[in-house]
């Protein structure tokens, strides 16, 4: 019996043996495709065990985590939701995260590596260092102002540093709260249908995401490529442009808002806004130098990233001269993002250098250790620095006696460029509001901030007086609050 | 009353052990006491660890004082009764038991309102005190094999009562009575051990060597002989039909024909009872709904994923070893809990995967291996033949059904429903399997010289 209780042994190895097989199996080499399976709710939970890292404006968090008491345990909140929506995003446990929250996802959940000056350690001591924090570009001031004066109305307003590309505003309007978004649920859900049915779009980033037409104030594209091209070489000259202007190859008339444009220089046609001059001038430079001089500006570049990305502002590449015509007033297909605009404005304040727009100036761990810190980048050079400095003055002109009065603020020195894009079939929609523009404070040698507004419904006075009426007032608020208003 | 066939058998003298003494067979209490010790510390520091691990101030002090002080009755039965008893056996019961209240202790911190520890610890005591009353009141394991067909009587009323209890989560294995849930199948197997065992010990040359011979050498053996194995057979099947309890048929079975085979040493019955039980496992895998799902789940553990369900039990259970990995999240820092009702009691071994990883699992498993491997060995050590088949079956009871459950949670089998041994939730396995080490204990003090044929 002796023998037979001993096979019976070697069986139970056998059966331990197959066991332990079989747990090296599970636990070694299908480790990692089960921890991936996307029915595993290990990583979200874990995820979600420890409050996000904050997002900072002007120092101060502008969200938060709560404790929910669910197995996602910590949820984002957010206070002035709506105002910093078009920033932050959402962090939602249902629909995940978009904007900075995404950008910096990795250091606001905790996983970066940077976090952690041994992440070798946590990798062995299965701890997590708490989620970093992300300081924005964004002031609060500036940002407010643009939120008040877009008040609800559908349109976007940018406001940047031209010297160093910090995106001090970045407004979408109307906007929502996207702490609505954050946990999970039924009422998370609903909100997220409701807010995707409604008709506003307000959950579209408007300032990164959507183009409208630029308008005139593409013209200052225009101009600049006239000027560094040379078709243009003395800006007090009269351009002998005939008004109405017949677009080439054409026996369409393309007339103008206002009068005196007849025989107008560039300085008249931009501080008057004159489609005919500009139109021509566009002509001349031709579509190669057209293309050029906008591409130098940032059209038609998918590449930027803010460091979420931005959609691509478009000038056409391949068109008849009478498009070409009217491209360079910024009709046809020319289509532009609001922060593109923004960057139109800063690169003439900024002596025709383009910095990157950026939204995250620096991170930090959660005790305070620097991670990362913004480094300006220059993008490109966008025209010459005399041409700049000329357009500086143009632009000054508009504010102080041309179409951009409403613009003007005491003490300082302002460069403007308003704008009314029409759109829709036979341009029967309401036109689109535009301004851009820049400001220096009293005697300082550089602007401070340039800006970009589009009112999507404009009140319905046609003509560029509008982008006056609508949008200046409110690049105006912007430019005072960034040059005086609140604690940098 | 017993068959004069029996009673003739244990008439005959058991040949004499050779005379021991002290000198030569230590005695090895005092390495028991270390062993045991070191199992409460062990337990002791995993019951804190997860207690400051979940963040709630749990009653670890009560725990140790619990956990020791049943340590320490047992060991004093066992230093007064079975002294030359194999030291290792009563550690790892200790050790495994007081792991198995951290994990569910563990478990009750994730799921508020569902706590089972402190019945669990209940039940341990129990399960002590019965250890002790065994090796106190069972001088000699050959008083056994007096029952045994009290033993199968019984046995066979504990497994036919639960048919006429309402099921519970589709398997009618448990008695519901006056708040207590209690599985007697648990019990039945002991049972059903010493008859094994009694029973072969008496007819095993009759087994080994009567019958006409069919081809090679495979005999057919006479009715009276076979009737019993063929009754055996049919009763585990109808067992598993009846209860839609394929675990325990498959430990019967199992069971059985291990000790058929330690008896006659004849591997044709091993290849006969093995195709007979496929057979029956066949058609109940394939017609019992119960069963077969259990097989389909078995087959694709992620179908319910793919239907857009949500991960089953198996799946969860999946994840969760697959979360431990190598080295484990750490006691208190897995996510076990999601796979729901069954997580304290079929899964448990889950929480051990995710949160000690493949590092502390093959550990709790070797520590089953040697518990096995001791009731092997006092089985050879033993001279009576009823001894060793009880040695053997008990062993056999043990590691079986650490198999069945472990490679049912881990994807290995079919997953059945079975308690892990000492470390699942649950009152009866608990008790029981404190009483399978008893008697193991008792089995190995008469193989190292104590008790069985020596004084008293």
Sequence with gaps: MIRYIRWCAYFCVLLLAALLVNVARVQVWESAAYGANPANKRPAIERYAQPRGNLLVDGRPVTGSRDSGQLLRYERTYTDGPLYAPVTGFSSQTYGTSFVERAEDALLAGTDPGLSAFPLWYDLSRGRPGGGDAATTLRAAVQRAAYRGLGGRRGAAVALEPATGRILALVSSPSYDPGLLSGTGAKVKAAWARLNADPAKPMLNRALRETYPPGSTFKIVTAAAALDAGVVTDVDAPTRTPDPYPLPGTSTLLPNAGTGCEDASMAEAVQWSCNTVMAKVGVQVGLEGMVAAAERFGFNDEGLRVPSWVSRSNFDTDMSPDQLALSSIGQFNTRATPLQMAMVAAAVAHGGEIETPWLVDRTTRHGGGLVRRFAPRTLGRAMSTPTALRLQELMVKVVEEGTGRNAAIPGARVGGKTGTAQHGVGNAGTPYAWFIGWAAADGAPQPAVAVAVVVEDASAVRGDISGNGAAAPIARTMMEAALTGGPR | ?456
């Design chain 2, 1 to 456: 009353m017993p068959p004069p066939a029996l009673t003739a058998k244990l008439t005959e003298p058991e040949p004499a052990p050779p005379p021991y003494s002290d000198a030569r067979t230590p005695k090895r209490r005092g390495i028991e006491l270390t062993l045991l010790a070191g199992a409460v510390l062990i337990s002791v520091l995993g019951h804190a660890y997860v207690g400051l691990a979940g963040g709630v101030s749990t009653s670890t002090s009560h725990y140790a004082a619990g956990l020791a002080v049943a340590a320490l009755l047992a060991h004093l039965a066992v230093r007064i009764r079975a002294p030359y008893a194999d030291p290792v056996l009563l550690p790892i019961a200790v050790l495994l038991n007081g792991l198995g209240l951290v994990f569910i202790e563990r478990l009750d911190l994730a799921t508020p309102g569902e706590a089972g520890a402190g019945d669990q610890l209940r039940w341990s005591g129990l399960g002590v005190g019965l250890f002790a009353l065994v090796v106190f009141g069972l001088r000699d394991h050959r008083v056994l094999q007096r029952y045994a067909y009290l033993s199968v009587t019984a046995a066979l009323a504990l497994m036919l009562v639960p048919v006429f209890f309402p099921a519970v989560n589709g398997a009618h294995i448990w008695i519901r009575f006056a708040g207590l849930s209690f599985q007697p199948g648990e019990f039945a197997k002991i049972l059903l051990a010493v008859f094994f065992a009694s029973y072969l010990a008496a007819n095993r040359t009759a087994l080994a060597l009567t019958g006409r011979r069919l081809f090679w050498k495979l005999r057919l053996l006479p009715g009276r002989v076979l009737g019993p194995i063929l009754a055996i057979w049919l009763l585990s099947v109808g067992v598993l039909v009846l209860e839609r309890d394929l675990g325990t048929s498959l430990l019967f079975f199992g069971l059985f024909v291990i000790m058929l085979f330690t008896a006659t040493g004849r591997i044709g019955w091993i290849a006969v009872g093995l195709l007979l039980a496929a057979l029956g496992a066949y058609a109940v895998g394939t017609l019992e709904p119960h069963v077969h799902s259990r097989v389909q789940d078995w087959m694709n553990p992620f179908a319910s994923i793919d239907r857009g369900e949500g991960p089953g039990q198996l799946a969860q259970s999946l994840f969760a070893f697959a979360a431990g990995g190598l080295l484990g999240a750490g006691l208190g820092h897995g996510q076990s809990f999601l796979i729901g009702f069954a997580a304290k009691s079929d899964f448990v071994l889950a929480t051990a995967g995710e949160e000690l990883g493949l590092v502390g699992l093959t550990a709790l498993l070797l520590l089953y291996g040697l518990l096995v491997s001791r009731g092997f060995r006092a089985g050879l050590a033993l001279r009576d033949p009823f001894g060793r088949l009880l040695a053997t079956g008990l062993a056999s009871i043990v590691a079986l059904q650490v198999f069945v459950i472990a490679g049912g949670v881990t994807g290995l089998i079919p997953l059945t429903g079975m308690a892990m041994p000492f470390l699942a939730q649950g009152g009866s396995s608990v008790v029981t399997n404190w009483i399978i080490v008893a008697l193991l204990v008792r089995l190995s003090d008469s193989a190292r010289g104590g008790g069985a044929g020596g004084p008293g």
